[in-house]
């Protein structure tokens, strides 16, 4: 059993956004394979040297008696002489140290290549989708077995993490299970057995039905009435950006501060997004739109309520979604136009808030790229002419809500994170408010390459792994990988919103039954 705090790290895996030619797939795969064979014949032959220890040490033990070999009888001459077995058995131990070591060096450059490149990504989808549908079909046909079973799996996960953390923990459940999420997740589309086999937006089309009955139900408790206005604040809390680590850290920066979670006294509030404008050299504008995820306030757009209408597999339906209301109308207010380049990024909902505005108000935004964290955005139906880099943790649950693995296509990137558990930071790693600077070893003895260190404070035992600070870990792991798929992705989003920060302005929404004071969307 193991009590106390706990440090977290996320290994980054890369699907999608590369675009590699066979002959350079097949070429970096061959390098691969190449050092995975040779770090076989190098703990092949750390276990030869393992062996001949082995056999120094019986041939010593099969001459108990022999006064050469006595440690005290040294200086004593005899008729014959005896090898120094200890001497050369710690050689052959340290031999063999040696070349175990190389052979793990060997076979981490061999899966950081790979990782890197993508060059597996294919097949792992492949297998993905095939158990994913599989465990649809499984589902359907025997409901109450592939249940019972996910609870048996579920209830090992809480056991086994009980075990871990020293105490009871739900936490566990969700990252036992999270190989079975999307097939088991996907059945819940509602349709027939055998239907949907072939296809991925079960979830959406179920979405979809719910919402014209969850939808009027919301719009009777909560209000349909949207206001949204520009609200005011001398903190600097969306800063600057000219990369997407620093987007996501503002991003960070925003949800935390309007759910209370830390203090920039800045006076904003829930239901609140930024919006920036960027002057490039030529004159021209760029904006990006920062979508911080759910709040779960009674009068916010932000609701866990609206969530189903934006997982609707129906443009209709996710245009009604107050979320996206409340984004469009905020940019309508910020006077974006038509042909100005936007960049949107948002965690959760807020992601799938900018994925429903890069998807249905495609004909009235120039909306460039979308960057995600956390949000199951996977069917959303989004132009080609839009880039995507979507950054998901393989436990967290909520990016597995629409029941499929997101498109490996060159304009959508996919960063995959697993989270281990990591040692503690050095101090010199760790800045003035506890989060790990970005880039740095943060733990001792560690390359970046191995895993990048969550930010902030230890946990007392596994938490939930939707938290934005997963998500910027995967990202600066993957990042640090040296991706060209990452680059490429990192390159397209910079020149996005390549130019100076002119002015950044944030914009609140509210819901009610009655026509409130400011400017409205209904």
């Not at 943790?393 to 959508?412: Q, R, S």
Request: aromatic share 8%; charged share 20%.
């Amino acid at each position: 059993m193991t009590n106390g705090n706990h440090y977290w790290q996320v290994e980054a895996s890369i699907y999608g956004g590369a675009g590699y030619a066979p002959a350079t797939r097949k070429e970096y795969a061959a390098i691969a394979k190449s050092l995975e064979s040779e770090a076989a014949a190098l703990e092949a032959c750390a276990a030869s040297w393992d062996a001949g220890a082995l056999q120094l040490q019986a041939h010593r033990s099969s001459a108990p008696m022999c006064p050469a070999l006595s440690p005290g009888n040294s200086s004593i001459a005899y008729a014959h002489t005896s090898l120094p077995y200890a001497s050369v058995g710690a050689r052959c131990t340290e031999h063999a140290a040696m070349c175990r070591q190389f052979s793990q060096d060997l076979a981490s450059t061999a899966q950081l290549l790979i990782r890197a490149h993508s060059l597996y990504s294919d097949a792992e989808l492949v297998a993905r989708r095939v158990l994913s549908e599989t465990l649809q079909a499984a589902t359907q046909r025997y409901p109450q077995y592939a249940l019972l079973g996910l609870g048996a799996v579920a209830a090992g996960g809480f056991l086994a993490g009980w075990a871990i953390d020293g105490k009871p923990n739900p936490v566990w459940m969700s990252t036992a299970t999270y190989p079975f999420q999307e097939g088991v997740l996907a059945m819940l589309g509602f349709v027939r057995p055998g239907q949907g086999i072939l296809s991925t937006n079960e979830v959406n089309k179920g979405a979809g039905t719910i919402a014209v009955f969850s939808g009027p139900l919301k719009d009777l408790f909560q209000g349909n009435q949207l206001t949204v206005q520009e609200v005011h604040t001398d903190a600097e809390v969306v800063q600057a950006s000219s990369s997407v680590a620093e987007s996501m850290e503002n991003l960070r920066r925003l949800a935390e501060e309007r759910l209370g979670k830390i203090s920039l006294d800045s006076g904003l509030e829930y239901g609140t997004i930024a919006i920036q404008r960027y002057k490039r050299s030529d004159g021209t504008n760029a904006w990006l739109v920062t979508i911080p995820g759910t709040d779960g306030q009674d009068d916010s757009p932000f609701g866990w309520e609206q969530n189903i209408e934006l997982m609707s597999a129906y443009a209709l339906r996710r245009r009604k979604a107050d979320s996206a209301r409340m984004v469009a109308e905020a940019m309508r207010q910020a006077g974006i136009k038509s042909d100005e380049p936007v960049a949107l990024i948002g965690h959760s909902q807020g992601g799938i808030a900018a994925a429903a505005i890069a998807s249905d108000w495609a004909d009235q935004y120039n909306i460039q790229h979308v960057v995600t964290a956390g949000s199951p955005i996977a069917n959303h139906p989004i132009p080609e002419r839009t880039w995507v880099t979507s950054v998901e943790i393989d436990d967290e649950l909520v990016a597995a809500l629409d029941g499929a693995a997101n498109p490996a296509k060159a304009h959508w990137l996919t960063v995959s994170g697993h989270v281990t558990p990591a040692p503690a930071p050095t101090p010199s790693t760790v800045d003035a408010d506890g989060f790990c600077a970005p880039g740095s070893v943060s733990i001792a003895g560690h390359t970046p390459y191995d895993a990048a260190q969550v930010s902030g404070e230890p946990t007392d035992g596994r938490e939930i792994s939707h938290w934005l600070k997963y998500h910027q870990a995967a990202y600066r792991n993957a990042s640090d990988l040296g991706s060209p798929a990452v680059q490429r992705h990192e390159a397209h989003f910079q020149h996005v919103i390549d130019g100076e920060l002119k002015e950044t302005r944030y914009y609140q929404g509210r819901m009610s039954r009655a026509q409130a004071s400011g400017h409205g969307e209904r």
